[in-house]
């Protein structure tokens, strides 16, 4: 094994290591342990953390690690590998054995550390201890690693073991080949396969929600709604090639239109829901047109800047105290009126069946728009702008066109989410939300719509899912957009670049051999 292999291994010891720390010092350690320990029926406390919680997040530490090293050198032998991630266990481990020999200082001093860091309190500081006397905690922390790290590179080696190998390969074959036998059927059966797909999805979609509950209901109805922000969002961003970030602006706007036409207070119109719906997409699609005309010109940072004021400047009039009378200012509007059919007003169930039927519509907007010519010049625009121009392609108006398309997907989103909660205020259209939808698609993949519905579920759904990590739910973004840009910068689900079909190549080989295609025919 020579000296580079062994100072990548230490190096990745030294990472894993700076990561565990940061995690202890947190206090993310026991939560993250619990919430492993969760479906094997594990009930965490919710005073004292556990020594179960702290050795499951020091195993998934030490296999991560020594997986990783043990990766690294896939073109080594299985004896190197494993020396690796010995490597890498033992680094891991020096970093855990001497975190717990400097809380058995302070627990044998007495010193308190909550005044600087407070999660360090003393049960915690016993747990990450295993509560153990102090020369065995040191080694049992260096031991778990060492031990983890190791099982990880031999897991590497089992994975890519002969036999595994070839059972690998026959089963993804054999599904690959089932699949493509679907796809590549006669007529008949092809009809038979889309029927029997999208009724599994229909029925799906009618039974779970009365199933789910109503807060299941109230999450999956949330995702549902972010998904169509970004999709709205990805026509501006993902298609069009323009840096909004003001976008939660358009959704306040369905959002009040729907308030200030449909509630009580303060102007008692009462005009319903449906013309409400329509009036707020329409509203906002019109927002977009006036804001896109004055800056058109824009690209890049500018237009971010500008549309980060227009949405900023938004929120601040809506909060304002001068406009109590119209928009009920801080406090919002209340007692929004919901949808009726034939008199009866909408449950949650019925509310998630909206949001499914407006997800459908977005979708077969944005495919149908994506595909078309229009979207063709936005992806022209979005690649070259300058160069869209020269080929003939009204850049100003695809423009304008995308961010009120765009908008209006932002107004029936708001409109919806107004109803539903019956309220609205300017709280919930900050800087943040418009952070989030952009996230969103980030994360998922620009330009795609499987990509929109997988960053919805990632970051709307999952911290819902996870409710024991609020807490920690923009380190998680923040995480997860550096992990992104590192390894999947064009996201979870990377836009696929469109493509024309080519005619045969065979004529364009005649000619080039000097022989016109009709005296190759003839040949």
Same mark, same amino acid.
């Given at each position: 094994?020579?000296?580079?292999?062994?100072?990548?291994?230490?190096?990745?010891?030294?990472?894993?290591?700076?990561?565990?720390?940061?995690?202890?010092?947190?206090?993310?350690?026991?939560?993250?342990?619990?919430?492993?320990?969760?479906?094997?029926?594990?009930?965490?406390?919710?005073?004292?953390?556990?020594?179960?919680?702290?050795? %499951?997040?020091?195993?998934?530490?030490?296999?991560?690690?020594?997986?990783?090293?043990?990766?690294?050198?896939?073109?080594?032998?299985?004896?190197?590998?494993?020396?690796?991630? %010995?490597?890498?266990?033992?680094?891991?481990?020096?970093?855990?054995?001497?975190?717990?020999?400097?809380?058995?200082?302070?627990?044998?001093?007495?010193?308190?550390?909550?005044?600087?860091?407070?999660?360090?309190?003393?049960?915690?500081?016993?747990?990450?201890?295993?509560?153990?006397?102090?020369?065995?905690?040191?080694?049992?922390?260096?031991?778990?690693?060492?031990?983890?790290?190791?099982?990880?590179?031999?897991?590497?080696?089992?994975?890519?073991?002969?036999?595994?190998?070839?059972?690998?390969?026959?089963?993804?074959? %054999?599904?690959?080949?089932?699949?493509?036998?679907?796809?590549?059927?006669?007529?008949?059966?092809?009809?038979?396969?889309?029927?029997?797909?999208?009724?599994?999805?229909?029925?799906?979609?009618?039974?779970?929600?009365?199933?789910?509950?109503?807060?299941?209901?109230?999450?999956?109805?949330?995702?549902?709604?972010?998904?169509?922000?970004?999709?709205?969002?990805?026509?501006?961003?993902?298609?069009?090639?323009?840096?909004?970030?003001?976008?939660?602006?358009?959704?306040?706007?369905?959002?009040?239109?729907?308030?200030?036409?449909?509630?009580?207070?303060?102007?008692?119109?009462?005009?319903?829901?449906?013309?409400?719906?329509?009036?707020?997409?329409?509203?906002?699609?019109?927002?977009?047109?006036?804001?896109?005309?004055?800056?058109?010109?824009?690209?890049?940072?500018?237009?971010?800047?500008?549309?980060?004021?227009?949405?900023?400047?938004?929120?601040?009039?809506?909060?304002?105290?001068?406009?109590?009378?119209?928009?009920?200012?801080?406090?919002?509007?209340?007692?929004?009126?919901?949808?009726?059919?034939?008199?009866?007003?909408?449950?949650?169930?019925?509310?998630?069946?909206?949001?499914?039927?407006?997800?459908?519509?977005?979708?077969?907007?944005?495919?149908?728009?994506?595909?078309?010519?229009?979207?063709?010049?936005?992806?022209?625009?979005?690649?070259?702008?300058?160069?869209?121009?020269?080929?003939?392609?009204?850049?100003?108006?695809?423009?304008?066109?995308?961010?009120?398309?765009?908008?209006?997907?932002?107004?029936?989103?708001?409109?919806?989410?107004?109803?539903?909660?019956?309220?609205?205020?300017?709280?919930?259209?900050?800087?943040?939300?418009?952070?989030?939808?952009?996230?969103?698609?980030?994360?998922?993949?620009?330009?795609?719509?499987?990509?929109?519905?997988?960053?919805?579920?990632?970051?709307?759904?999952?911290?819902?899912?996870?409710?024991?990590?609020?807490?920690?739910?923009?380190?998680?973004?923040?995480?997860?957009?550096?992990?992104?840009?590192?390894?999947?910068?064009?996201?979870?689900?990377?836009?696929?670049?469109?493509?024309?079909?080519?005619?045969?190549?065979?004529?364009?080989?005649?000619?080039?051999?000097?022989?016109?295609?009709?005296?190759?025919?003839?040949?």
């Amino acid at each position: 094994m020579n000296e580079k292999i062994r100072k990548q291994s230490a190096n990745s010891g030294v990472v894993f290591g700076i990561v565990y720390l940061f995690c202890v010092l947190i206090s993310f350690n026991t939560i993250l342990g619990g919430l492993l320990l969760k479906p094997f029926g594990y009930k965490a406390s919710s005073t004292t953390p556990a020594v179960p919680e702290v050795i %499951t997040f020091l195993v998934l530490i030490g296999l991560w690690a020594g997986i990783s090293a043990a990766r690294s050198q896939r073109e080594q032998s299985a004896k190197t590998r494993l020396l690796a991630s %010995t490597i890498t266990g033992v680094v891991l481990g020096l970093f855990g054995a001497g975190l717990v020999a400097l809380f058995q200082i302070f627990l044998a001093n007495k010193i308190n550390l909550r005044d600087y860091l407070v999660a360090l309190s003393f049960p915690f500081m016993k747990a990450c201890s295993f509560k153990l006397p102090a020369l065995l905690a040191v080694l049992a922390n260096f031991g778990t690693f060492l031990g983890a790290s190791v099982l990880g590179g031999v897991l590497v080696d089992l994975w890519n073991l002969g036999p595994v190998v070839k059972g690998r390969t026959v089963t993804g074959s %054999t599904v690959k080949g089932w699949f493509t036998s679907l796809r590549s059927g006669s007529p008949t059966k092809k009809l038979i396969t889309t029927i029997i797909f999208y009724a599994a999805i229909f029925g799906l979609i009618v039974l779970l929600p009365m199933k789910w509950g109503s807060y299941w209901n109230y999450v999956f109805g949330i995702v549902g709604l972010y998904v169509i922000l970004g999709l709205g969002l990805n026509i501006i961003v993902g298609l069009s090639g323009q840096l909004v970030l003001g976008y939660i602006a358009f959704f306040a706007i369905g959002a009040y239109a729907m308030a200030l036409l449909n509630a009580p207070f303060p102007h008692n119109l009462m005009l319903g829901f449906w013309p409400s719906l329509v009036v707020a997409v329409i509203l906002a699609a019109i927002t977009g047109l006036i804001l896109g005309l004055p800056i058109m010109r824009l690209r890049g940072d500018y237009l971010a800047i500008v549309t980060l004021g227009f949405g900023e400047i938004n929120r601040i009039l809506l909060k304002s105290d001068l406009h109590t009378s119209f928009t009920g200012a801080p406090r919002g509007i209340q007692n929004i009126q919901g949808p009726t059919i034939f008199g009866r007003a909408f449950t949650d169930v019925d509310y998630m069946y909206l949001i499914v039927l407006a997800v459908c519509l977005a979708i077969y907007v944005y495919g149908r728009l994506q595909h078309s010519r229009t979207g063709r010049a936005w992806l022209a625009i979005r690649e070259d702008e300058t160069v869209a121009r020269a080929t003939g392609v009204n850049t100003a108006r695809n423009k304008l066109l995308a961010l009120m398309i765009g908008a209006a997907f932002a107004g029936l989103a708001g409109a919806i989410y107004a109803a539903r909660n019956q309220f609205t205020g300017p709280d919930e259209h900050s800087l943040m939300a418009s952070i989030n939808v952009l996230c969103l698609i980030i994360v998922g993949g620009l330009g795609n719509i499987p990509g929109a519905l997988l960053g919805a579920f990632a970051l709307k759904g999952l911290p819902e899912l996870l409710r024991e990590v609020e807490s920690y739910r923009m380190l998680a973004f923040g995480a997860l957009l550096v992990v992104m840009m590192l390894s999947r910068p064009e996201g979870l689900i990377p836009s696929q670049r469109p493509t024309l079909e080519l005619p045969d190549e065979e004529p364009a080989v005649a000619v080039s051999e000097g022989k016109s295609p009709a005296e190759e025919k003839h040949e």
